[in-house]
């Protein structure tokens, strides 16, 4: 428990008198009952000058303020919690290059390659499946009517938007289609203006306002990975192109307020970010720490992360928290996930997950993991000695 400083209250005797000695000392440790905090049953009087006691918790509270709760006999304090990641519901099955949409308490899964992988020789190597997540477990959702990989997804559970991507392999081929969700099947909706993959991932909006971002565009002699077109529930429309090539970024935001960043190769990687309106797009000053392609994000234009990415980068694992601002080193993952789903959208403090992805350790298949973001928060805490 450290140190008690002596006060006037130490040397009250009895009687009330004052005694003049030993005024400016410590107090013996053979004086104190006992030493844990933790077993404290009432403060001492010099103590309480400095630790106010208090019938239950303060009706407000600032960071570091430290009390005496005499309902449990117990010193509290109110501190800032990190953020970090934890072990969310297991997958029914991996997907690779998957899409994404929704919030952490209700979120979707859709599409990507199978686990394990399709053999490697012509026909449909991906999936139709969907996965519902409730914040704890995945249950089946609709299946959609084309199965394909490396493509756009965004929306929410009830509500989300697939285009583009491929759908068969070897001969890779990719299609230009979009299907909508409405929380139980897939219908068809209007098509892209360009037949392209590795488009914006992690979001972009809603499914009848939505964004996709560059990407490989399939046609010979007209590739424009620079490419933006919104949606406004039934039809695409190409509108001003994105500053820089853009191949697998992540995209935080909606339509008419958004930032992209990451992603590659080619650019923009971690050296640019750049920031949408509905109409203009600009450089932003600020871009991730590192360069990893195959990303997802969570959050908006002006709170959100990035996580995942390449898993041979020494940075795989670590998150980046963006304030609007800048962005800064997060909380790390316990597993590399890479080319993975996640939850998209959020609001601050961020909350979300990234669940699947290519499986490190046994290639050829996918991951059936998720790991849920908490967001650093603000809580009263009990005061212990560990």
Same mark, same amino acid.
């Given at each position: ?8 209250? $130490? ?25 844990? +905090? ?24 600032? @960071? ?6 005499? @309902? ?15 072990? #969310? ?10 899409? !994404? ?21 012509? #026909? ?28 756009? #997804? ?60 560059? !990407?490989?565009?399939? @046609? ?19 509108? $001003? ?11 935080? #935001? ?41 990303? +997802? ?26 304030? !609007? ?22 609001? !601050? ?38």
């Amino acid at each position: 428990m450290g140190t008690i400083k002596r006060t006037f209250a $130490n040397n009250l005797t009895g009687t009330g008198k004052l005694s003049a000695t030993n005024l400016d000392s410590n107090i013996p440790a053979n004086n104190i009952a006992d030493a844990s +905090v933790t077993n404290v049953t009432t403060l001492p009087e010099s103590l309480g000058q400095a630790i106010k006691s208090v019938a239950g918790n303060p009706p407000s509270q600032a @960071i570091g303020d430290i009390w005496y709760n005499t @309902i449990t006999g117990t010193l509290k304090n109110y501190v800032t919690v990190a953020s970090a990641f934890s072990s #969310g519901g297991t997958r029914n099955d991996g997907q690779n290059d998957g899409g !994404g949409a929704g919030v952490l308490t209700a979120g979707l899964a859709f599409g990507g390659t199978r686990n394990p992988n399709s053999p490697n020789v012509g #026909g449909l190597a991906t999936q139709t499946q969907s996965e519902e997540y409730n914040g704890s477990s995945w249950s089946e959702g609709g299946a959609m009517s084309q199965g394909r990989a490396t493509f756009g #997804g965004l929306g929410t559970q009830t509500a989300a938007l697939a285009f583009g991507g491929r759908i068969t392999n070897n001969p890779f081929t990719y299609t230009n289609a979009t299907e909508e969700y409405n929380g139980s099947s897939w219908t068809s909706g209007g098509n892209l203006g360009s037949t392209s993959y590795y488009m914006s991932r992690s979001g972009g909006g809603t499914q009848t306002a939505g964004v996709k971002v560059g !990407g490989i565009n399939n @046609i010979p002699g007209t590739a424009n990975e620079k490419e933006t077109e919104e949606y406004d529930g039934s039809s695409w429309t190409t509108v $001003n192109n994105m500053l820089a090539n853009s191949r697998r970024t992540v995209y935080l #935001g909606t339509q008419t307020a958004g930032i992209i960043a990451s992603g590659g190769p080619p650019g923009p990687g971690n050296a640019a970010a750049y920031n949408y309106d509905g109409t203009t797009w600009t450089s932003n000053p600020a871009g991730p720490n590192s360069s990893l392609s195959g990303r +997802v994000g969570v959050g908006t234009a002006s709170v959100g992360l990035l996580i995942g990415g390449n898993p041979y980068s020494s940075t795989a694992f670590i998150s980046e928290l963006w304030n !609007g601002t800048v962005f800064s080193n997060d909380a790390s993952l316990s597993l590399r996930q890479n080319a993975s789903q996640s939850s998209c959208s959020a609001t !601050g403090p961020v909350a979300g997950y990234i669940t699947s992805g290519s499986n490190l350790s046994t290639p050829g298949s996918a991951l059936t993991t998720t790991q849920e973001y908490t967001g650093a928060f603000n809580a009263i805490k009990t005061v212990t000695t560990s």
